[in-house]
């Protein structure tokens, strides 16, 4: 009988101590999956035979696609990755050359890819690469974000879904043999409106910004390197945003030192008063962890271009979830295997939607 008890107090004290850590373990103290470009439906049958046929190895990198972002998060994907086009005045995206190429090659005509005609109307598009790889699961940016929202908002307990935002935009200089539609550039006004398409979705309350880490300190670097990140259980049923490209973050800083005021975090440097949030997609895995144990959010790649999955090689997801990188992005989360053999796939343990860092997470930590 006394064992009994003993055993009973022993289990209740650590189920204690197991709550009382979840309740103070930090946001940057966990890890997820995420998915590239994420909204990606693939390229249409009668433009994959002219792409493999004219372009058969640049194809191979775009041979992948996604399920709607529903059911990505149903799965248990908690980091959404959605490349940006900006577009103003609407319909810059509208008549794609795709469907023209088909035709003159007298293939039969795709699917309309807009049937709603929503590439006509102002405001921020997605898609991977204009004219080429142009097929979306959500469309426009706003209507992909309510597509997070409505899932969120049916599912209040949920970890954070952290939400890249690649913005796209023509390099200076750069001559296309595709003649592709020239882009709309990303000024701070242009970041102004994406901003703005942000709080149209997400209340205050539902996003978890720079300022919210920033808190009392002088910059967002110093806050994040004293471990001011929010706990997991305030974190709960909210987003985060995060940039993608390194290139545009002067642009989106301008006159927000320390990012005060925006939504997004930037993909800044080490020591930066920016950084909070860094990219190492390739690693090396040593380096990640060390950014990790300082204090950083890393995002990293657990393969790219089809590449690994072809031949089932799992080196670079395996040495990426060990990094404690808390963003793992990939092509295949644990319901869209690769279809060749040995099916490559990257899951955390028990297909959980989260689990404690490995790097950098208390012990016994408890990630419910």
């Known amino acids: 009988m006394l064992r009994t008890l003993s055993t009973l107090a022993l289990t209740a004290a650590l189920a204690a101590v197991a709550h009382a850590q979840s309740d ?38 775009l041979d992948y696609q996604h399920q709607p972002l529903p059911q990505q998060l149903d799965s248990g994907v908690r980091q959404i990755e959605l490349d940006v ?96 539609t020239e882009t709309e550039p990303f000024t701070s006004a242009t970041f102004d409106a994406l901003d703005a398409e942000i709080r149209s979705v997400f209340k205050p309350s539902e996003l978890i910004t720079p300022d919210n880490v920033r808190g009392h300190y002088k910059t967002l670097n110093q806050a994040v390197l004293a471990g001011n990140w ?13 940039m993608d490209q390194h290139d545009m973050t002067p642009v989106y800083v301008a006159g927000h030192t320390s990012l005060r005021g925006r939504i997004i975090f930037t993909n800044s440097d080490p020591g930066q008063p920016d950084a909070a949030f860094l990219e190492r997609n390739e690693g090396p895995a040593a380096d990640i962890s060390d ?61 959980a939607s989260a689990r404690c860092n490995p790097v950098n997470a208390p012990t016994a930590c408890n990630v419910k």
């Open 230 to 242: 929010p706990t997991l259980a305030s974190s709960r049923g909210k987003v985060v945003f995060l």
């Open 85 to 180: 086009y900006a577009d103003a005045k609407g319909g810059r995206y509208a008549h794609p050359s795709g469907p023209k190429n088909v035709a003159a090659a007298g293939l039969p005509a795709d699917p309309d890819f807009d049937p709603n005609g929503l590439m006509n109307k102002p405001g921020f598009k997605v898609m991977h690469v204009q004219d080429v790889d142009y097929r979306s699961t959500c469309q426009p940016f706003i209507g992909c974000l309510d597509q997070i929202k409505q899932w969120s908002q049916a599912h209040p307990n949920h970890v954070p879904i952290f939400i890249l935002v690649e913005t796209k935009q023509d390099k200076p200089g750069r001559v296309s043999k595709l003649h592709l």
């Open 291 to 351: 950014l990790v144990r300082k204090g950083y959010l890393i995002r990293a790649r657990t393969d790219s271009d089809t590449k690994e999955a072809r031949t089932n090689n799992t080196a670079v997801r395996d040495a990426m979830l060990a990094s404690g990188a808390q963003l793992l992005s990939t092509d295949y989360p644990v319901n869209e295997p690769a279809r060749w053999e040995g099916h490559f796939v990257v899951t955390l343990p028990g297909n």
């Open 24 to 61: 103070t373990l930090k946001l940057n103290q966990i890890q997820v999956i995420g998915t590239h470009n994420s909204y990606h439906a693939g390229i249409a049958p009668s433009e994959t035979k002219l792409w493999q046929t004219n372009y058969a190895e640049a194809f191979k990198g």
